[in-house]
């Protein structure tokens, strides 16, 4: 018998249940958890009721503990587990529910389409839309655009000789700087690859063809010079990049040391073809005239360009200037692809192809025009005259068969060219011509039909006052006709016609002539002249415009003057250009009238006349000199320095060409039959020679 008190069924059942249910191995309940829960908590009610209240305290904090894991989202048991994932909890974060993730959710996701969206459209802006701009920057760095130099056009004579050709020609320099760098990089590919064999028997193949001597002696210099350029030195630890850096060649110099300057391309394949590093090789065309100081003004020079990055040239006056489209032709484009150091590996594409210049054939007579500068190169030394210049015209055609000018300087070598000898004064220079405009004041007269070439003028006494200036002969000539206005050269003669003459007759008659324009040559910087038209009353001008003083005229004008009365009156235009297109001829005079100003002008070179010196035995001769006091640029004229200039044709018979002289401030001589009229008759002697010419009168014999 025990004293122990029985314990009551209710409470003990319940104590035990717990225990067994807290501890060991969890045993699959027979029932839902729900019903023996009520069960329990009933039969514990009725057993004890004082564990009523406990057990009513202990659901409440259940609840309560329950109430908060469903607010937060915690489970604390698998069973339960299903049924928290289903809620509307956001984890176990305790600052929102379902519906702030929600938000959170969306943002996120918004924010990830735009950037995704930004991403896309970046790659399609960059493959589709410009596409074409990025392949080109691309392309940039692995290819470069060379330019490839058309060849010049040639300028050639009447007869294809040339005049001015293009001699193929190359540079080859020499870069230290690129050697260094080469012999410094494939030292270190040798250290720092002991165990590759190959590798080293390249590098070390590549390291003797590097010698300087074979650069030394190909090119002809002194190896001593070239070593000194490159700076070699072997203590250089060549895995260091900053030690490299600092021992490369710097200042003047290291990246250009000329070895070969302007050759033959066959010399400097000698060097070029050694393939040397830091060895560069340049073509391009030098202009080269065979005849420098004969032509030097009329073709002109060559010049670099400015606006051209690779340095090209262009011609810079002349006709090299005057037709630089038409001889330099198109320079041609090559891609070609380079390496890290911009060297040319190989081409690529031809992008423009080259189109070669034409070739220019002038009018110009090369024997004629070498003939021409020599007699005025002797004339201008042997009267110590600032310059002299000629031209030879054809009368039939208007071609120009010679022009130049001396001094002149050999365009071969531009270190002779002054702002004096380069001008082609023939075409450029504008002067008062004096006399050799008396023909067209004979002209102007028989045009008005008041005189006829038997007129008589009264020229007494030797001069006439107009206006308070009194304008003389230099003899008293008396009462003369119009061949022997022309032969003395009256100037009294000429005034007296040009006062009954309406105030614009004498310079309409030189204008018809192509006084006071351009000639159609369209010489670049050509000049024009200047004739003015006088007033009524300005007497003084009305005379003076009659023997050539108060107007301005190029000798090109004076020549082309000249051919057209030699031509019967009909003005065949310059030109220089021999297939080139001609401006048309007019008629300007009638046949007869200029024909007999011819006549006329033939007593000029015979006895008696102003111009004996420029008879030709053989031919008949006709011309006009004119000797006219140069302008004084404080005002006036000076007093002891002129102009002489001689202007004829021959044969007079039937003029085939017009050859015109000018010597300027002649201090030999002062008088233009003594000093340009042994000019023409030397040169107009032998173009009639060259262009066999038929005689038109007796030969004179002993």
């Known amino acids: 018998m025990s004293d122990k008190k029985p314990t009551k069924p209710g409470k003990g059942t319940a104590k035990n249940t717990r225990k067994k249910s807290a501890s060991g191995k969890v045993i699959k309940p027979l029932r839902p958890a729900s019903t023996a829960k009520s069960d329990t908590t009933s039969t514990n009610t009725k057993a004890n009721p004082k564990a009523k209240k406990g057990t009513a305290s202990n659901r409440a904090k259940l609840l309560g503990r329950l109430k908060k894991n469903k607010t937060q989202g915690a489970y604390t048991s698998v069973k339960n587990r299903k049924k928290v994932i289903f809620t509307k909890a956001s984890g176990a974060s305790s600052r929102g529910g379902f519906e702030d993730d929600k938000g959170r959710f969306i943002t996120i996701w918004a924010i990830a389409l735009i950037i995704l969206g930004l991403l896309i459209g970046r790659a399609y802006y960059i493959q589709v839309l410009n596409a074409q701009f990025y392949q080109e920057k691309g392309d940039e760095l692995i290819t470069s655009v060379r330019t490839q130099a058309s060849y010049r056009g040639m300028i050639t004579d009447r007869n294809q000789l040339p005049l001015a050709i293009s001699a193929p020609l190359s540079t080859v320099s020499f870069s230290p700087h690129d050697y260094a760098r080469e012999y410094y990089e494939l030292r270190r590919i040798q250290i720092e690859n002991p165990n590759q064999p190959q590798l080293q028997a390249r590098v070390k193949e590549r390291l003797e063809n590097m010698d300087l001597t074979r650069l030394a002696a190909a090119a002809n210099i002194p190896v001593d010079k070239l070593q000194q350029a490159a700076g070699i030195d072997a203590s250089v630890d060549v895995t260091d990049e900053e030690a490299v850096k600092a021992a490369l060649p710097s200042g003047a110099g290291s990246h250009y040391l000329p070895l070969l300057n302007k050759v033959q391309p066959e010399i400097a394949q000698g060097v070029s073809s050694l393939n040397f590093p830091g060895v560069y090789e340049r073509n391009f065309f030098q202009r080269y005239y065979p005849q420098p100081q004969p032509n030097s003004q009329l073709l002109g020079f060559m010049g670099q360009n400015a606006n051209d990055p690779e340095g090209g040239y262009e011609g810079r006056a002349g006709i090299e200037r005057q037709y630089e489209k038409v001889l330099a032709g198109d320079d041609g484009k090559v891609l070609v692809l380079k390496d890290a150091r911009q060297n040319s590996l190989k081409e690529i594409k031809q992008l423009e192809p080259e189109i070669a210049g034409q070739d220019v054939a002038l009018t110009i007579d090369s024997r004629l025009q070498y003939l021409l500068y020599k007699e005025l190169e002797k004339a201008g030394r042997l009267q110590k005259a600032r310059w002299s210049s000629g031209i030879v015209v054809d009368v039939l055609t208007g071609e120009v068969l010679a022009l130049s000018t001396w001094p002149s300087f050999n365009s071969n070598n531009l270190n002779e060219m002054t702002g004096e000898n380069q001008r082609n004064r023939a075409l450029l220079d504008v002067f008062e011509p004096g006399s050799v405009m008396k023909p067209f004041t004979v002209a102007a007269a028989l045009d008005s039909g008041k005189y006829t070439a038997n007129s008589l003028i009264d020229t007494n006494p030797g001069s006439i006052r107009v206006r308070g200036y009194t304008i003389r002969d230099h003899n008293n000539l ?98 220089l250009i021999k297939d080139g297109e001609k401006p048309p001829s007019k008629r300007i005079m009638e046949h007869e009238q200029a024909m007999s100003i011819v006549k006329m002008l033939e007593a000029v070179t015979v006895q008696g006349g102003t111009a004996r010196a420029a008879a030709i035995d053989g031919y008949r001769v006709a011309g006009k000199t004119g000797t006219s006091r140069r302008v004084n640029p404080d005002g006036g004229y000076y007093t002891d320095q002129y102009r002489n200039v001689f202007a004829g044709m021959a044969p007079a018979s039937n003029p085939r060409l017009v050859g015109v002289m000018l010597i300027e401030d002649p201090r030999g001589q002062i008088y233009a039959g003594l000093t340009v009229a042994p000019v023409f008759h030397n040169v107009m002697k032998e173009a009639l020679r060259l262009y066999n010419v038929p005689l038109d009168k007796p030969l004179q014999t002993e």
């Open 478 to 575: 008396g009462m003369i006709n119009m061949a022997t206005l022309l032969q003395k050269s009256s100037n009294v003669a000429s005034t007296k016609i040009a006062l009954s003459l309406p105030p614009d007759a004498i310079t309409n008659m030189q204008k018809q002539f192509g006084f006071g324009a351009k000639t159609p040559l369209q010489f670049p910087g050509e000049g024009s002249g200047l004739v003015v038209t006088p007033k009524e009353k300005e007497t003084a001008r009305r005379a003076t415009v009659s023997y050539g003083y108060g107007l301005q005229v190029t000798l090109a004008q004076v020549a082309q003057a000249y051919a057209a009365l030699a031509s019967g009156g009909v003005m065949h235009p310059l030109t």
